[in-house]
């Protein structure tokens, strides 16, 4: 269980104590990267930037006995319907064979530096088949085959997944609102050791937590079990526009979640922020971030919400796999 190192805006001072704090809350340390395109076009070895830019943080994890988990984003975080907006700004796309090798390397050099407990080479996989187009979901599933096919001859024993929207799979998200569930995933991608799970079911309409079904996770592998690893989600503690939600409603979804990670094959739990954003404080950053600002358990200032005491009863218990 554990979060990213996000601070809750752009201010260097902040970085040490929110990565601090969030340790003492978690076993385990999520490295949430977009694929650093630019620096790959510039001509920057992968190795180089992984080892400058990722291993320090990665060394801090395992220095504190944690594990680590890394996931890639290869295409827009907040807008699956567009390619990552550094790839947009150069004029590329990953339908460029050479820019999908960008891709194999840098997955590559993440592997062989950071040595990951799970890595997972793609995010959201259902959503961007869903909502971008053709041309750039086939580009996406060709180079993450590709690369998960070298880290086999390469003799790497690092599990590998990719993730999924939750609520797209329930088709509650941009979906006919009936279960789509995840077939596909599991086929265009055989090479899964694990599952990764992205979900915000707020996002698809749950007024209440505990209006969530409890086989929310285990059905989507219902026939063929897989380690699941929620690697992104959350409720939000103030009204977002779309939900009347509270401090007490998301420390609620935290102990709902919990019920939830219990009836499923859950091998890991994550948020990418342990703090909320101070939206003020982060230069550009889109509207659509509004919808993910409060699902920190500690609030801008680092201080404690509701919701860290029921994360840490949750952290307290022993883990039966």
Do not use: C
Request: aromatic share 8%.
């Amino acid at each position: 269980m554990g979060f990213s190192a996000i601070p809750p805006r752009m201010d260097t001072t902040l970085l040490i104590p929110t990565l601090t704090l969030a340790a003492a809350h978690s076993d385990a340390g999520l490295l949430q990267l977009s694929i650093p395109w630019q620096v790959l076009l510039d001509d920057t070895a992968a190795a180089t930037e992984v080892r400058v830019v990722r291993l320090p943080l990665v060394q801090f994890y395992r220095g504190s006995g944690m594990k680590v988990v890394v996931t890639l984003d290869v295409t827009d975080g907040l807008n699956r319907a567009a390619e990552a907006p550094e790839l947009v700004a150069a004029g590329r796309s990953i339908t460029d064979t050479a820019v999908q090798r960008l891709y194999r390397e840098y997955v590559a050099a993440v592997d062989s530096i950071l040595h990951p407990d799970y890595l997972s080479l793609a995010a959201e996989t259902n959503l961007i088949r869903l909502a971008a187009p053709d041309s750039v979901y086939d580009a996406l599933r060709m180079m993450v085959n590709a690369a998960a096919l070298e880290r086999a001859v390469a003799g790497s024993a690092t599990p590998l997944m990719v993730s999924v929207q939750v609520e797209t799979a329930w088709g509650l998200l941009q979906g006919s609102g009936v279960y789509e569930g995840i077939a596909a995933d599991r086929a265009e991608f055989p090479f899964l050791d694990a599952l990764g799970l992205s979900s915000y079911p707020y996002l698809g309409g749950f007024p209440d937590p505990d209006s969530i079904p409890l086989n929310y996770y285990s059905r989507l592998v219902q026939g063929g079990a897989l380690p699941l690893v929620v690697l992104e989600g959350g409720w939000p503690s103030v009204p977002d526009g779309l939900l009347a939600s509270t401090p007490a409603m998301q420390a609620r979804y935290i102990s709902r979640h919990a019920r939830i990670l219990d009836a499923a094959p859950a091998a890991g739990l994550f948020q990418i922020t342990f703090t909320d954003l101070d939206l003020a404080g982060i230069p550009g950053a889109p509207p659509n971030l509004a919808l993910f600002a409060h699902l920190g358990l500690v609030d801008s200032a680092l201080g404690p919400k509701p919701a860290l005491a029921a994360w840490d009863s949750v952290l307290d218990r022993a883990y039966r796999p």
